[in-house]
């Protein structure tokens, strides 16, 4: 059974750059598409990337030209480079498979403000 677990969340200033993990235990490379969802209180989770294991990558339209999705499978991990960071950008960040998602983990908090 693969658990997620995210990390590297933090408080950034509206242009920053944070980079976010996630590891799978259980095995990444079992699972063909891996995705990062995001989450604001109130409002339902949104699709932000993924990467299936051809290395086929989608962006939310909102994202596109400043966040890096990339998985290591030898490594269970998954990535997210975030550029040029709005206030718009700030929610929980969630990894998980896509389409249909496995039991979610904690997530990890990103706060864009000034």
């Known amino acids: 059974q693969v658990q997620f677990v995210e990390s590297g969340g933090s408080l950034v200033q509206p242009g920053g750059s944070l980079r976010i993990s996630c590891v799978a235990s259980?095995?990444?490379?079992?699972?063909?598409?891996v995705a990062w969802y995001r989450q604001v209180p109130g409002k339902e989770r949104e699709l932000v990337a993924f990467?299936?294991?051809?290395?086929?990558?989608y962006y939310a339209d909102s994202v596109k030209g400043r966040f890096a999705i990339s998985r290591d499978n030898m490594k269970n991990s998954l990535t997210l480079q975030m550029n040029s960071l709005k206030p718009d950008d700030t929610a929980i960040y969630y990894c998980n498979e896509y389409p249909r998602a496995r039991d979610w983990g904690q997530g990890t908090q990103v706060t864009v403000s000034s």
């Open positions: 259980g095995g990444l490379s079992s699972i063909w598409t």
């Open positions: 990467e299936a294991n051809t290395g086929t990558r």
